[in-house]
């Protein structure tokens, strides 16, 4: 349950691999947001696993992860292997904000975030895929922008699975 698709696996570069992953990022918003339609407080506020988040939180951590994502990006272009700041998404997941607002709030935040990180790597050409890069001091190795592609395309799917086989499994 904690890994419904499986975790992330690097892959060589392939334009059919980069098409994928390109279409995961511009349609993940819409795949989060059909996948709580009609869940109502009770059921956001439900555990996608014991000891996980609830739905509520997760559409709240992908809008905090990925608008994360979109400035590694633009750091990674636009500056020699830069050094990422981590952040803590256990505490980010308890934060007010987190807590006070309805998902739609970051499920609007990432219709608009994704329409522009879809702009920003769809004309990229596999030597920037590959050569441009930052610097992951959490995970002590260097991330080029292929991985970090790779990487939150399968995270936007992941977190689609838990709410989607949650709901699966309690018959919502």
């Known amino acids: 349950m904690r890994y ?6 690097p892959v060589p570069y392939s334009e059919k691999k980069f098409q ?5 990022i511009k349609y993940l918003p819409q795949l989060l ?19 996980g988040w609830t739905l509520h939180q ?6 905090d992860s990925h608008m994360n994502a979109i400035i590694r990006f633009k750091l990674a272009l636009t500056e020699e292997q830069p050094t990422i700041k981590p952040y803590d ?3 980010w997941a308890k934060l007010p904000d987190v807590e006070a607002l309805p998902v739609n709030i970051s499920l609007t935040l990432l219709h608009a975030l ?5 702009e920003l790597i769809k004309g990229l050409d596999e030597t920037t895929l590959m050569n441009r890069s930052v610097i992951h001091p959490e995970h002590g190795k260097v991330m080029n922008c292929w991985h970090l592609l790779g990487m939150y395309s399968w995270h936007g799917r992941h977190h689609v699975a838990h709410i989607t086989s949650l709901r699966e499994r309690m018959g919502w």
């Open 58 to 63: 997760v559409v709240h951590h992908v809008a």
């Open 4 to 9: 419904p698709i499986g975790h992330f696996e």
């Open 33 to 51: 947001e059909n996948a709580v339609l009609n869940l109502d407080a009770a059921q956001l506020h439900t555990p996608y696993r014991e000891g």
């Open 114 to 118: 994704h329409s522009r990180w879809y």
């Open 89 to 91: 998404e256990e505490a």
């Open 20 to 24: 994928e992953w390109i279409t995961d």
